[in-house]
């Protein structure tokens, strides 16, 4: 299965998308926008990324292939966000962690539709983020968050709920 980005996705003329040479998959939906110094590598796993379509994800914002990356439609994602569905094992202290490759997958990241990602978010494998939720600046994801919640912080808490 080829990549796919429908003809009216805007790249920004900076922005940087990788090729996968896992056979990593990569698609777009329509009307999505990626804005100038948006970073997508294919890094660190087969994992696919799937970018739903009316997404706007801002500036400095980098996503990793990983373990997979599932994003709904209509999500905004603030600038300089890190997706990253992925992580390092460095469990055996007589190995070099850079020699121990990555831990075993936690699932990669889903974000639904409807979702609104702050500033300076980082987003960890295993993070399912459910419809309609709110993320605030420089807050840590690395579970389940509840469609329609507000959350903010490291470690991530919910502040209320959605009307």
């Given at each position: 299965?080829?990549?796919?980005?429908?003809?009216?996705?805007?790249?920004?003329?900076?922005?940087?998308?990788?090729?996968?040479?896992?056979?990593?998959?990569?698609?777009?939906?329509?009307?999505?926008?990626?804005?100038?110094?948006?970073?997508?590598?294919?890094?660190?796993?087969?994992?696919?990324?799937?970018?739903?379509?009316?997404?706007?994800?801002?500036?400095?914002?980098?996503?990793?292939?990983?373990?997979?990356?599932?994003?709904?439609?209509?999500?905004?994602?603030?600038?300089?966000?890190?997706?990253?569905?992925?992580?390092?094992?460095?469990?055996?202290?007589?190995?070099?962690?850079?020699?121990?490759?990555?831990?075993?997958?936690?699932?990669?990241?889903?974000?639904?539709?409807?979702?609104?990602?702050?500033?300076?978010?980082?987003?960890?494998?295993?993070?399912?983020?459910?419809?309609?939720?709110?993320?605030?600046?420089?807050?840590?994801?690395?579970?389940?968050?509840?469609?329609?919640?507000?959350?903010?912080?490291?470690p991530l808490k919910c502040i209320g709920y959605r009307k």
């Amino acid at each position: 299965m080829p990549n796919t980005i429908q003809t009216n996705v805007k790249i920004g003329k900076f922005a940087s998308i990788e090729e996968s040479s896992r056979g990593s998959i990569l698609s777009i939906g329509s009307f999505s926008e990626i804005d100038d110094f948006v970073k997508i590598k294919f890094t660190g796993g087969t994992g696919h990324i799937f970018i739903g379509e009316r997404v706007y994800i801002n500036s400095g914002t980098v996503l990793y292939s990983g373990n997979g990356i599932k994003i709904g439609d209509y999500v905004l994602i603030g600038p300089n966000c890190s997706i990253v569905p992925v992580n390092h094992a460095f469990e055996d202290r007589n190995v070099k962690i850079i020699n121990q490759r990555f831990a075993e997958s936690k699932g990669g990241i889903v974000i639904e539709d409807d979702v609104w990602i702050g500033a300076n978010v980082t987003i960890l494998d295993g993070a399912y983020i459910r419809n309609g939720a709110v993320i605030g600046a420089n807050s840590l994801v690395s579970g389940e968050v509840e469609e329609f919640s507000i959350n903010v912080g490291t470690p991530l808490k919910c502040i209320g709920y959605r009307k």
